[in-house]
Structure formats: C-alpha cells, structure tokens
T-cell receptor, first 113, second 114 residues
Framework: AQKVTQAQTEISVVEKEDVTLDCVYE???????LFWYKQPPSGELVFLIR??????QNEISGRYSWNFQKSTSSFNFTITASQVVDSAVYFC??????????FGTGTRLTIIP | NAGVTQTPKFQVLKTGQSMTLQCAQD?????MSWYRQDPGMGLRLIHY???????DQGEVPNGYNVSRSTTEDFPLRLLSAAPSQTSVYFC?????????????FGPGTRLTVL
C-alpha cells in the first residue's frame, strides 16, 4: 500500500534554531515523485519542491534543504536559522503509478520569536 | 493570471441541502482535482479529471459529484449535505496528467454542515 507518514504532528522551536521535518513513505513502485507543500496561516497550499525516485541528490534552496534517502524511504526537510514566517503546516506527498497524489497528515511548525 | 479560483470562500449548509462549489483555472491545465482537508487527516482526494469530459473517483468520493464540461471549470456538487462533509475543500490543477506535476491550489472553501 502507498502511504506517507509524518510522525511529527506539531513542532515548536525558537527563532533562529534549525528544525527538521520528517517524512517516511511506502510504495511498491520504482518510479515515483515526492513533494513538499507549505500551508501558511492564510490557508493556501504552496509548492516547495519535487523529487523523483531516481535522483537521490540532496537539494538546498536558501535556508531550506531536503534529504532524500531511498534506503530508509525518507524525504526529510530541514529549515536552517528558522524565522517566524516559516510558521506553517508542512505536507509531504507522494505521486506514484496511478498518478494520484497521496498526502501525509502534515506537521504544524511554530517558530517562537 | 488568476490561477485557481474557488467560490464561495465560506458556506454554511443545513443537513440535506445541496450545493455546488465552483472551481476555475485560467492556466489551460488538463488535470484538475478536488481535495478535502480535515484535522489530523491531511488532504484526501475526492474526484479528479484528466481533461474535459473525463472524471474519476479519488479516495473519498461518496456524497460528491463532479463534471468537466470545459477545460477551465471543475465544479464539485454535494448532493445531500451531511455533517461529516464539514471540511475545507481545495481545488487544484496541474499542467497535465503525470507523476511529476506540481499541483496549483485554490484558496479553499470552508464548508460547515449543521
């Protein structure tokens, strides 16, 4: 069965701390894509990153970085030097053979000023 | 471009009433979908469409109907509203069908069924 697990329901950190959001997935497919979306307090969903199953290279974009490890079926997201604007709910998602997007339950991140 | 638009933003219904949530996109995207977001459950796919005239069921389709007569519009109909349908509904679109496409989401409709 295809599944995305975000075990951390809520995380709070003090501003400027680093924080890692965990994402573990299950799929039998060899070709799949992983995504992260951000949902700020305003409610809209914003695309952050996409990764395909054949590319395990880590990615960095400013203060954001993503670590994809097929060996542990994980696609973790790290925010370095967190800021109050990073406060949001973050969703990890998996797209596989039937082309439907399966979301995790989300992690609510609160950055304390 | 307006992107993906949804109306209304908020709606309160009584049990048994019917209504249609509107969704439109101006990006000429082939793929459109509806999700519901409930606390602790993430987003779950209700229905999706890979092009005009083609729709299919997602994970939680019961109680909802969709149609896709044009590329731009993908309305979601609640046939007989139930309290279990209280949720936030998001419409999304992507360029075409495929594993790799990012989804563009609308602002959401918050629905309460009394």
């Amino acid at each position: 069965a295809q599944k995305v697990t975000q075990a951390q329901t809520e995380i709070s950190v003090v501003e400027k701390e680093d924080v890692t959001l965990d994402c573990v997935y299950e799929t039998r497919d060899t070709t799949y894509y992983l995504f992260w979306y951000k949902q700020p307090p305003s409610g809209e969903l914003v695309f952050l990153i996409r990764r395909n199953s054949f590319d395990e290279q880590n990615e960095i974009s400013g203060r954001y970085s993503w670590n994809f490890q097929k060996s542990t079926s994980s696609f973790n997201f790290t925010i370095t030097a967190s800021q109050v604007v990073d406060s949001a709910v973050y969703f990890c998602a998996l797209s596989f053979g039937n082309e439907k997007l399966t979301f995790g339950t989300g992690t609510r991140l609160t950055i304390i000023p | 471009n307006a992107g993906v638009t949804q109306t209304p933003k908020f709606q309160v219904l009584k049990t048994g009433q019917s209504m249609t949530l509107q969704c439109a996109q101006d990006m000429n995207h082939e793929y459109m979908s509806w999700y519901r977001q409930d606390p602790g459950m993430g987003l779950r796919l209700i229905h999706y469409s890979v092009g005009a005239g083609i729709t299919d069921q997602g994970e939680v389709p019961n109680g909802y109907n969709v149609s896709r007569s044009t590329t731009e519009d993908f309305p979601l109909r609640l046939l007989s509203a139930a309290p279990s349908q209280t949720s936030v509904y998001f419409c999304a679109s992507s360029r075409d069908r495929g594993l790799y496409n990012e989804q563009f989401f609308g602002p959401g409709t918050r629905l309460t069924v009394l």
